[in-house]
Each structure stands twice: as structure tokens, then as C-alpha cells.
């Protein structure tokens, strides 16, 4: 009997049993790497158009392409923001209005800009102090219920936007006089620019008051319309020029003294986004609130240095006895437009109880910042009347 040569089945064997136990051990290769590295995000890619309300040179206008530049790179390719500046589409104070109807996807700007629909508005940054400062403020916005009962009024006016806060502002100067203000009645009957509830205490204490958007203020204290105005920092206002009209800065106010951004994004564009992008728009105004301020701090201390050494500006601290009497003004504010406005009295309720405990532990715990100040550098700061 011929015997029956094995070897060419043995090889086809070997190469079957190979071939299978490759692909098995590729497979599981496969399996671990899917275990082994995160899934990477299918959402589909969006860029929304974002306006502030702040012009080209303002450092506003840095501050928002701080949140932008923060989204662009945590977007990772996938969600991006095209950033405008004030006029672009529309002017400062219709910035709520063009994301609310679609004209704009998001904007940057503060809340006190549309305080003219609901005086509630101006709570979320220029209402009243109780002791707490703006990163308190922001601490009420996010774990004292202030989102909510912004959330809330939104809804109530039926503006179909959601909002997110930002940068803890330091508080804002009294402003720029032709001449240093000694007392209230140095005041009276002044024609002064400031914005939101702020225009409201002014005209307590015998202001007269026009409400202008940054960028108008500058001609109109040329044109005689107002004789002196606010705005918010030393950097802004150096920007202005107002050092070019005034020499008087008039430093320290309740006026404004707790105020943050407000990040809107039109509600209906924002719902049909995805899980991941909504977290990214939401996150990266926490992590402007940092960027924001150290930024302010810096730029803001080296402004006044310059406008004091350089530009002949005199900086003054404004006397107790006005703020006193803006203390006054409030209370007399407070009483009526609580009266008038049961949830003005339900959201201002919930930040002067937050405002009480949380300020009690700050103001009680904070060391003499100015005793240490004077300590290492007496006699630079103006006496405080």
C-alpha cells in the first residue's frame, strides 16, 4: 500500500490554526485598546457667533476673548465662538435683544444693560451691599440659589436666553469730577453718567443722571451733556481718555460694588447642542471668572499707577460721609421697590440672607489688608475721611 504523505495537510493545518489564533489575539488587542483609551467625541462640529458689548481697545473686550479663547481650546476642534465687538451687529445695550431673537448666537455684556425690562436684573451685579463683595455675589449666584432665581426671572420676562457669570469685579470708582468731592451735597444736582440701579441711588442722593454705554461717555462730558461719570475700572477709563477731561478720580462707592458678566446664549441654539458642549460653555465662564481678575488686577494697578504718575490725575479716597449717605439711599430704594415688586422682594431677600452669613464669616475672619498696606508703605495711600 502507498503510504500517504502528511506533511502538505500538516502545514495547511498549522496555517489554519494560526491564522485563527491571530485573529483571536488581534481581536482581544483590539477589545483592550477600546478599554484602554477614552471614546472620542462623534458630536457634530459648531461655531456660534458671539457679540460683546465692549469696544476693540477696552479691556472688557480682552476679559471676553479670555471665555473664548477658553472654549475654542476645550472645544477641541468641535465647538468653536466667532467674537465681535460692540457695534458689529448691533450696539451695546441691544446685545440681549440679538441673541434673544437669533440675530447673535451668545453675548458678553452685564446684566445692568437690560435692567429696563425687570429692575430685578440689576440684583445680579449692581444692587445693593450688605457686606458682600463680588466673589461673595458670584458665591450666592452659584450655591445660594442666584442661578435659579435668575433662571427664573428669565423665564418670567420670557427672554429666550441662558446665562452663565463671570469675573468677580473689583469695586467701582466713584468717578471722575472736575473737582475733588468732599460731601453728598458737593453732588447735587450734578449731570452724572452711570447705568442700572446705580442711576436709581444717584438720583436719590440729587444726581442727574443719563445712562450711556461705554463708549459714549467721553464725548458727551466733551459736549457738556454730563459733567462727570462712572464707568468701572482704571484701565477703562484710561482707554476713554478721561484723563483728558478730568483730573479728579474719586476712588470707592456702593454705587457698584459687586458686579460679574453675564454670558448668554440663545436658548433655543443652546438646548440642541450636545451634552459635552453645554458643559464647555458652562465651565469655561468658572474659569474666566480667574482668568478675568488676575488680568483686572494687573492691568487695573498698573493703569492707576500711570494715571497718577504720568497723567496728572488725582486719585482720592471718597469720603465715608457719601458713602453713608449712598447707604441711606439704598434703604429708601430697597423699601420701594420691594413694595412694588414681590419677586425684586423674594430675589433680594435670598441675597441679603446669603450676603449676612457669608459676610459675617469673611468680614470676621479677613485680617487689616490696609494695616499690613501701611506697614510696609506708609503714607501712600490717601487718608481715608
Same mark, same amino acid.
Given at each position: 500500500?502507498?503510504?500517504?504523505?502528511?506533511?502538505?495537510?500538516?502545514?495547511?493545518?498549522?496555517?489554519?490554526?494560526?491564522?485563527?489564533?491571530?485573529?483571536?489575539?488581534?481581536?482581544?488587542?483590539?477589545?483592550?485598546?477600546?478599554?484602554?483609551?477614552?471614546?472620542?467625541?462623534?458630536?457634530q462640529?459648531?461655531?456660534?457667533?458671539?457679540?460683546?458689548?465692549?469696544g476693540a481697545?477696552?479691556?472688557?473686550?480682552?476679559?471676553?476673548?479670555?471665555?473664548?479663547?477658553?472654549v475654542?481650546?476645550?472645544?477641541?476642534?468641535?465647538?468653536?465662538?466667532?467674537?465681535?465687538?460692540?457695534?458689529?451687529?448691533?450696539?451695546?445695550?441691544?446685545?440681549? &435683544?440679538?441673541?434673544h431673537?437669533?440675530?447673535?448666537d451668545?453675548?458678553?455684556?452685564?446684566?445692568?444693560y437690560?435692567?429696563?425690562?425687570?429692575?430685578?436684573?440689576?440684583?445680579?451685579?449692581?444692587?445693593?451691599?450688605?457686606?458682600?463683595?463680588a466673589?461673595?455675589?458670584?458665591?450666592?449666584i452659584?450655591?445660594?440659589?442666584?442661578?435659579e432665581?435668575y433662571?427664573?426671572?428669565?423665564?418670567?420676562?420670557?427672554?429666550?436666553?441662558?446665562?452663565?457669570?463671570?469675573?468677580?469685579?473689583?469695586?467701582?470708582?466713584?468717578?471722575?469730577?472736575?473737582?475733588?468731592?468732599?460731601?453728598?451735597?458737593?453732588?447735587?444736582?450734578?449731570?452724572?453718567?452711570?447705568?442700572?440701579?446705580?442711576? &436709581?441711588?444717584?438720583?436719590?442722593?440729587?444726581?442727574?443722571?443719563?445712562?450711556?454705554?461705554?463708549?459714549?461717555?467721553?464725548?458727551?462730558?466733551?459736549?457738556?451733556?454730563?459733567?462727570?461719570?462712572?464707568?468701572?475700572n482704571?484701565?477703562?477709563?484710561?482707554?476713554?481718555?478721561?484723563? &483728558?477731561?478730568?483730573?479728579?478720580?474719586?476712588?470707592?462707592?456702593?454705587?457698584?460694588?459687586?458686579?460679574?458678566?453675564?454670558?448668554?446664549?440663545?436658548?433655543t441654539?443652546?438646548?440642541?447642542?450636545?451634552?459635552?458642549?453645554?458643559?464647555?460653555?458652562?465651565?469655561?465662564?468658572?474659569?474666566?471668572?480667574?482668568?478675568?481678575?488676575?488680568?483686572?488686577?494687573?492691568?487695573?494697578?498698573?493703569?492707576?499707577?500711570?494715571?497718577?504718575?504720568?497723567?496728572?490725575?488725582?486719585?482720592?479716597?471718597?469720603?465715608?460721609?457719601?458713602?453713608?449717605?449712598?447707604?441711606?439711599?439704598?434703604?429708601?430704594?430697597?423699601?420701594?421697590?420691594?413694595?412694588?415688586?414681590?419677586?425684586?422682594?423674594?430675589?433680594?431677600?435670598?441675597?441679603?440672607?446669603?450676603?449676612?452669613?457669608?459676610?459675617?464669616?469673611?468680614?470676621?475672619?479677613?485680617?487689616?489688608?490696609?494695616?499690613?498696606?501701611?506697614?510696609?508703605?506708609?503714607?501712600?495711600?490717601?487718608?481715608f475721611?
Open positions: 500500500m502507498k503510504q500517504r504523505d502528511t506533511s502538505k495537510a500538516t502545514t495547511k493545518t498549522s496555517r489554519r490554526k494560526f491564522l485563527k489564533t491571530g485573529a483571536a489575539t488581534a481581536a482581544g488587542v483590539a477589545g483592550a485598546a477600546t478599554l484602554g483609551f477614552p471614546m472620542v467625541s462623534r458630536a462640529t459648531v461655531t456660534l457667533k458671539m457679540q460683546g458689548a465692549w481697545k477696552d479691556i472688557f473686550n480682552d476679559m471676553a476673548m479670555q471665555y473664548v479663547d477658553s475654542n481650546a476645550m472645544g477641541g476642534g468641535r465647538l468653536k465662538i466667532n467674537y465681535l465687538v460692540s457695534g458689529a451687529v448691533v450696539k451695546s445695550f441691544r446685545v440681549q &435683544d440679538a441673541v431673537k437669533g440675530v447673535l451668545a453675548g458678553h455684556g452685564v446684566t445692568v437690560w435692567y429696563g425690562k425687570s429692575k430685578v436684573a440689576s440684583l445680579f451685579g449692581t444692587g445693593p451691599v450688605f457686606g458682600q463683595d466673589h461673595l455675589g458670584l458665591a450666592w452659584h450655591n445660594g440659589g442666584g442661578q432665581l433662571d427664573e426671572l428669565i423665564g418670567k420676562l420670557g427672554i429666550n436666553t441662558v446665562g452663565f457669570f463671570a469675573m468677580p469685579m473689583p469695586t467701582q470708582p466713584l468717578g471722575w469730577f472736575k473737582k475733588p468731592i468732599k460731601n453728598a451735597k458737593d453732588m447735587v444736582g450734578l449731570k452724572y453718567r452711570t447705568v442700572g440701579l446705580a442711576a &436709581d441711588l444717584m438720583q436719590e442722593m440729587g444726581l442727574k443722571v443719563t445712562q450711556l454705554p461705554g463708549g459714549e461717555i467721553v464725548p458727551a462730558l466733551e459736549r457738556g451733556v454730563i459733567e462727570a461719570f462712572e464707568f468701572n482704571p484701565t477703562s477709563d484710561r482707554s476713554f481718555g478721561a484723563h &483728558d477731561v478730568s483730573k479728579v478720580y474719586m476712588m470707592g462707592s456702593y454705587h457698584q460694588a459687586a458686579e460679574f458678566f453675564e454670558i448668554i446664549f440663545n436658548k441654539k443652546y438646548n440642541k447642542l450636545p451634552k459635552e458642549h453645554k458643559a464647555v460653555l458652562k465651565h469655561a465662564a468658572a474659569a474666566a471668572s480667574s482668568t478675568n481678575f488676575w488680568l483686572g488686577i494687573d492691568r487695573y494697578s498698573n493703569d492707576l499707577q500711570w494715571l497718577t504718575k504720568k497723567a496728572g490725575v488725582g486719585a482720592y479716597r471718597t469720603p465715608q460721609s457719601i458713602m453713608t449717605k449712598q447707604l441711606a439711599a439704598w434703604d429708601v430704594m430697597i423699601s420701594k421697590l420691594e413694595a412694588e415688586d414681590p419677586f425684586f422682594a423674594k430675589v433680594l431677600k435670598s441675597q441679603k440672607d446669603f450676603a449676612h452669613r457669608a459676610s459675617f464669616y469673611y468680614l470676621l475672619n479677613q485680617c487689616d489688608y490696609k494695616l499690613a498696606f501701611d506697614h510696609y508703605f506708609p503714607g501712600e495711600l490717601p487718608k475721611a
